[in-house]
């Protein structure tokens, strides 16, 4: 069974397009993460949710808007889609938010904006 | 600022030789440290950690040595093999907050068989 998950796998898409990722995970953890991979693949966080809250948001442009309807899911939207938002995004997940528990990563969605 | 650095960006090794894969770091109130793998289209993979108050830590064929006095993580890989070929990632975690982890900008160790 998969630890965490997203969907899609791949996402191409023309610029100032609107899309959604979105991300699962079933291992019972309550802290979720989105990262974005870019093509140097230096990994930086975007967010973080702890049981649906918002704990950390970074200097990310106010087009991406994630939303945990549940601590399972953390989904990613993006509005108005710039070619600079091409990239690899990453969610994932952790027991809790505070100690020092690994981080389990999904596989992945490639992003590529046109 | 905070930083997390590699020195080398691919790292070259024979397959059965041992390969060190080294980090430096700049946040003095950094308590944690991890080293992640990342395998060709996958998510970063968890090998090893260490918190600050220790200076070397083992794993299967894995060993992290972490040098505060100079701000040093390095990862030691025992027999590489090919399966080991991969970016690896050193990250940090400042004490007290959320865990924000900065992540390092990776090293590609590439195993030659």
């Known amino acids: 069974d998969t630890a965490v998950s997203q969907t899609p796998k791949y996402l191409v898409t023309q610029m100032g397009n609107d899309k959604s990722i979105k991300c699962e995970q079933n291992?019972?953890?309550?802290?979720m993460y989105w990262y974005k991979q870019d093509s140097k693949k230096f990994l930086k966080i975007m967010f973080s949710?702890?049981?649906?809250?918002?704990?950390i948001n970074e200097t990310v442009p106010n087009r991406f808007s994630p939303k945990s309807p549940d601590k399972a899911h953390l989904n990613l939207h993006i509005n108005s889609l710039e070619l600079g938002d091409s990239a690899v995004y990453f969610c994932?997940?952790?027991?809790?938010?505070?100690?020092?528990?690994?981080?389990?990563f999904g596989p992945g969605t490639r992003l590529t904006v046109t | 600022g905070e930083s997390v650095g590699l020195h080398l960006p691919t790292l070259s090794v024979q397959e059965g030789d041992n390969s060190i894969i080294n980090c430096a770091y700049s946040?003095?109130?950094?308590?944690?440290f991890i080293w992640y793998k990342q395998e060709s289209g996958k998510g970063p993979q968890f090998i090893i950690d260490?918190?600050?108050?220790?200076d070397k830590r083992q794993g299967q064929r894995v060993t992290v040595l972490l040098n505060k006095t100079v701000k040093h993580l390095s990862l030691q890989i025992a027999a590489t093999q090919p399966g080991d070929s991969a970016v690896y990632f050193c990250?940090?975690?400042?004490?007290?907050?959320?865990?924000?982890?900065?992540f390092g900008t990776g090293t590609k160790l590439q195993v030659i068989p």
């Open positions: 994932a997940s952790s027991q809790d938010g505070t100690s020092a528990y690994e981080q389990y």
């Open positions: 260490i918190r600050s108050n220790m």
């Open positions: 949710y702890n049981n649906k809250e918002l704990i």
């Open positions: 291992l019972g953890h309550d802290t």
């Open positions: 946040n003095s109130a950094s308590d944690y």
């Open positions: 990250a940090e975690r400042r004490w007290g907050g959320y865990q924000k982890v900065t």
